[in-house]
């Protein structure tokens, strides 16, 4: 499965997902880590269970010969034993519960682990349609549920397994005749839990995708809570996500529903029989075929089989809950991303030139595989040179950057990175060369020291100072309470629009890549921000290969050369002058906004009059 399927894996319908626990082989390979504690807990769990079955030979023993003068030693004896037993099966249940419960703990925080590593590794093209809420859902209830299977309900189904089929065993050897009615009676029990443990599994699946949604929508409008409230939408918000978790409590409830159905059937069915077999163990105790020492052995033998069968019933839910989750999170896993290294990547040349090409490049967008965003485009940029890209908007300016980055691999054509088709090199070694200041700057929900040495995690303290002060950040950190420790918020929320663009700068200048990218740096600055955002974008320019876009044209004068894109090709080229003389789309594009800049001067002027 590819990241361009990701969209049709996630809305299956339920009658095409497995009934089986199968997903839940899924967690093989992380148990498989800690093979010494998992046989240390079946172990453990034996001695438990075997200790567990010894009682009834005791009691047994007791009242058949145990009950005269003569024998007072022998029960001494016995219940010395006894108590021996009792230490070994508490002994054995603490060792069990300790390892299972370490187990679960562990395998969880590996399989969050991996998953999360493996959602970083997914392409663009993943997420153009999967919402980060569900996945984060998958990340934390998903887990969740499987920690609950690994680290209790399958230590406590394997225990009642072993339980019931030494219970059997002891059965049998006990009175055989007896035993035939019980294992009659046992596919009229197996069947029903059979039966409505997939109703419960589908019913558990189920829940877990409405709970997910739930949970996606609430990511989503908290990230944008100033917007939902300046637009006064919060009873809309609520309504929407009490009608979510609505249908998540629905889903809940039936499957829950579901599972004491189940357990109802499974109690009745388990009990019944052993009353069955008490009323035929009786006659026979009455006829002289059985001892009531023996009869006795047996129906303790068989309610230790009845309850385990009746706890593995109420278990089998919790299983296959968890199956449930482990086939939401194995679907992530099995996504394979539809960019990655090759076998044998090209080296890109040492020392880095930044030289970048585009050679009869066209691009359509998975989610829009009909319309072609660029249409067979030509670009060459020459190592230290600054070309600006403007254009109207879905002209494909950013598409560019896209296939830079290697986002996104071209239909046709071919980009390149000092000569090397980006598709042939390895895609980290490409980026390594890259540093980008987007438009939507995003700061991390950390300090402004972490923020900045994000552009290079092992830079020192010394070095992110150095970028923040040829970014024009160190006068602005320097009066924060916390200096350089200071957290931002979400989202850089304690930010003004112009620090966080400067942030976003010294990243870039700490990464020291010989490419720049820069994604509308100015757009959404006021004329002050604009201005130091500019001289911090001068400095960081300096000596590399800078790609530049931009729809204010103002940003664009100081490059070497200008690219006019439109329609998904390269339409016009030259200086602003030149541009401006042929009277082409740069030059209307131009005359627009320096006609609708001058208009806006001109009734500042008249409202001050």
Not at 53 to 79: C, K, Q, W
Request: hydrophobic content about 50%; some cysteine.
């Amino acid at each position: 499965m590819t990241d361009k399927t990701a969209g049709a894996t996630a809305g299956a319908t339920q009658g095409e997902r497995r009934r089986s626990i199968g997903p839940l082989k899924t967690l093989l390979p992380f148990l498989s880590r800690y093979r010494g504690r998992v046989a240390g807990a079946l172990a453990a769990l034996i001695a438990a269970a075997s200790a567990t079955l010894v009682l009834p030979l005791a009691i047994r023993r007791m009242i058949d010969h145990g009950f005269s003068e003569t024998n007072a030693a022998l029960i001494d004896r016995y219940f010395l034993m006894l108590l021996v037993v009792a230490g070994a099966l508490a002994a054995a249940s603490s060792l069990r519960y300790y390892l299972v419960t370490w187990l679960g703990e562990r395998v969880v925080a590996d399989v969050r682990a991996a998953v999360f590593a493996h959602v970083t590794r997914l392409s663009p093209a993943f997420f153009d349609t999967a919402q980060s809420g569900e996945i984060t859902s998958r990340l934390t209830a998903d887990t969740t549920q499987i920690k609950s299977a690994v680290g209790a309900s399958a230590s406590i189904a394997l225990r009642n397994f072993f339980l019931f089929v030494g219970a059997v065993a002891m059965m049998v050897v006990t009175s055989p005749r007896l035993s035939a009615f019980v294992l009659l009676a046992i596919p009229f029990i197996v069947l029903p839990l059979v039966a409505f443990g997939r109703r419960v599994r589908k019913k558990s699946r189920f829940a877990q995708d409405t709970l997910a949604a739930a949970s996606a929508y609430a990511g989503e409008t908290i990230g944008a809570v100033r917007t939902l409230q300046a637009f006064g939408n919060e009873p809309e918000a609520r309504r929407r996500f009490a009608d979510a978790v609505e249908r998540a409590f629905d889903a809940a409830r039936s499957s829950t529903k579901a599972r004491a159905i189940l357990t109802a059937v499974a109690i009745f069915m388990v009990f019944g029989s052993v009353v069955a077999v008490l009323w035929v163990g009786a006659t026979d105790v009455l006829a002289g075929r059985l001892t009531p020492g023996a009869l006795s052995q047996f129906v303790l033998y068989s309610v230790f089989a009845a309850g385990a069968l009746g706890e593995l019933s109420q278990v089998w839910g919790e299983i296959a809950q968890a199956a449930g989750a482990a086939e939401r999170l194995s679907e992530l896993l099995r996504i394979e991303p539809t960019i990655a290294a090759p076998a044998k990547p090209v080296a890109l040349p040492t020392p880095p030139r930044g030289e970048i090409a585009f050679e009869a490049v066209r691009f359509a967008y998975p989610t829009a595989p009909d319309r072609e965003v660029l249409g067979g485009i030509d670009i060459a940029v020459r190592p230290g040179e600054k070309v600006a890209v403007v254009g109207p908007s879905g002209a494909g300016k950013s598409t560019l950057f896209h296939l830079l980055l290697r986002y996104y691999d071209p239909s046709a054509g071919r980009v390149a990175v000092d000569g090397i088709d980006v598709k042939a090199a390895d895609p980290a070694e490409v980026r390594r060369r890259i540093a980008i200041v987007p438009q939507d700057t995003v700061i991390f929900a950390a300090d402004v020291m972490e923020n900045i040495r994000f552009g290079r995690p092992d830079a020192t303290d010394a070095e992110v100072i150095e970028a923040a002060k040829l970014a024009l950040v160190h006068d602005f950190v320097s009066v924060l309470p916390d200096g350089y420790r200071t957290e931002v918020g979400e989202r850089g929320v304690t930010l003004s629009g112009g620090q966080r663009q400067r942030l976003a700068i010294a990243r870039a200048i700490l990464r020291a890549a010989p490419i720049l990218l820069l994604d509308e740096a100015t757009s959404a600055l006021d004329a002050e921000s604009e201005t130091l955002v500019h001289t911090a974008l001068e400095r960081l320019m300096e000596g590399r290969t800078t790609l530049v876009i931009a729809h204010r044209l103002a940003t664009v004068l100081a490059c070497d050369r200008i690219l006019v894109v439109d329609q998904g090709r390269v339409v016009e080229e030259g200086t602003h002058a030149s541009l401006i003389g042929q009277g082409g789309l740069y030059a209307r594009l131009a005359r627009l906004q320096f006609q609708t800049g001058a208009a806006a001067l001109k009734a500042i002027d008249e409202a001050a009059e």
